[in-house]
């Protein structure tokens, strides 16, 4: 079995400051790591993923996160954000079967205020 | 445009009464996949479906049914909607079956059971 725990259900944030989200995942086998990211009244939309090699991971928008399998984190980083990244945040794992996909964490609200 | 396509995008319904939400794919994807949306709760996967005439159960099944007669079509039915569905639900896809694979959502369909 695996889950996916975020630590934060919100963030508040001043616009241009940096950011962490933070998403710790348990899991028996190896997994595939994602960030996902909701915009209001839309769908999700992929942000970063995790497959292998480099533990340190770009996506849009300027995010970064990094795989840390000791810690078993991978949590989400912005050096400065935009108004614009104001949306609800998810991280989730995926096992190598690929048959049941994603189990997805509760999400983190970002909010950016001028 | 490749895309997932949800249809309705609002519902309002009363309890018992069959409703069916439609979802289709434009990308030639093998794997499809219902999720429903709850605060607090994120994300969590209803039925998916591996290729057609193949599907199964996620993690909340109960109260749903799905078909696959088409590789792009995978509606979701709720044959005796209770208030307990009010929910936002999501469809997603992804090219095949492995846990790696990036998936694509649609816009969602918000569900309002009185």
């Known amino acids: 079995a695996q889950s996916v725990t975020q630590l934060d259900s919100q963030v508040p944030v001043f616009e241009e400051a940096p950011v962490e989200l933070r998403c710790n995942y348990s899991?028996?086998?190896?997994?595939?790591l994602f960030w996902y990211v909701q915009y209001p009244n839309q769908g999700l939309q992929l942000l970063l993923k995790?497959?292998?090699?480099?533990?340190l991971v770009k996506g849009i928008n300027g995010f970064e996160a990094e795989f840390n399998k000791s810690q078993t984190s991978f949590h989400l980083r912005k050096p400065s954000v935009h108004i614009s990244d104001t949306a609800e945040y998810f991280c989730a794992v995926s096992g190598d079967t690929g048959r049941r996909a994603l189990t997805f964490g509760s999400g983190t609200r970002l909010q950016v205020q001028p | 445009e490749a895309q997932v396509t949800q249809n309705p995008r609002y519902l309002i319904t009363v309890t018992g009464k069959k409703l069916t939400v439609t979802c289709s794919q434009n990308m030639n994807h093998e794997y499809m996949s219902w999720y429903r949306q709850d605060p607090g709760l994120g994300l969590r996967q209803i039925y998916y479906s591996m290729n057609v005439e193949v599907t199964d159960k996620g993690d909340v099944p109960e109260g749903y049914k799905v078909s696959r007669k088409e590789k792009r079509n995978f509606p979701l039915i709720l044959e005796s909607p209770s208030p307990n569905q009010t929910s936002l639900y999501f469809c997603?896809?992804?090219?095949?079956?492995?846990?790696?694979?990036?998936?694509?959502f649609g816009p969602g369909t918000r569900l309002l059971v009185l």
């Open positions: 899991s028996s086998v190896s997994v595939y």
């Open positions: 995790y497959l292998s090699g480099s533990t």
């Open positions: 997603a896809s992804r090219p095949g079956t492995g846990g790696g694979e990036t998936q694509y």
